[in-house]
């Protein structure tokens, strides 16, 4: 098993930035892709970004392409969503997530989630 947990959220004005980590302990790390979803109030969760094992391959959802980065440090079991130019519609808890194998945008496949943290996009 991997254990995640989330940090780095907060509350952010319009057009601001916020980095998001996410630290794994447990089995080895580049056992895992990895991925950010968030999950807006009365929404279903959502596919944000994912890494392969190496960071070598990274996905974006539409909504965040060319604003948000992806990466992941193997060395420091560390996970990170660099969002940039954000905007209100981005307020969700985030969230992310392990799984074997193939990186997939579908937040049911993942097998482990961290408990999430808030980021809060004010107008």
């Known amino acids: 098993q991997v254990q995640l947990v989330e940090s780095g959220g907060g509350l952010v004005q319009a057009g601001g930035s916020l980095r998001l980590s996410c630290a794994a302990s447990g089995r080895t790390f580049t056992n895992y892709v990895m991925g950010w979803f968030r999950q807006a109030p009365g929404k279903e969760r959502e596919f944000v970004a994912a890494s392969d094992w190496i960071g070598g391959r990274l996905y974006y959802a539409d909504s965040v392409k060319g604003r948000f980065i992806v990466s992941r440090d193997n060395a420091k079991n560390m996970l990170y969503l660099q969002m940039n130019i954000l905007k209100p519609e981005d307020t969700a808890v985030y969230y992310c997530?392990?799984?074997?194998?193939?990186?997939?945008?579908?937040?049911?496949?993942?097998?482990?989630w961290g408990q999430g943290t808030q980021v809060t996009v004010s107008s």
């Open positions: 997530a392990a799984r074997e194998i193939h990186v997939t945008i579908i937040a049911s496949l993942y097998d482990y």
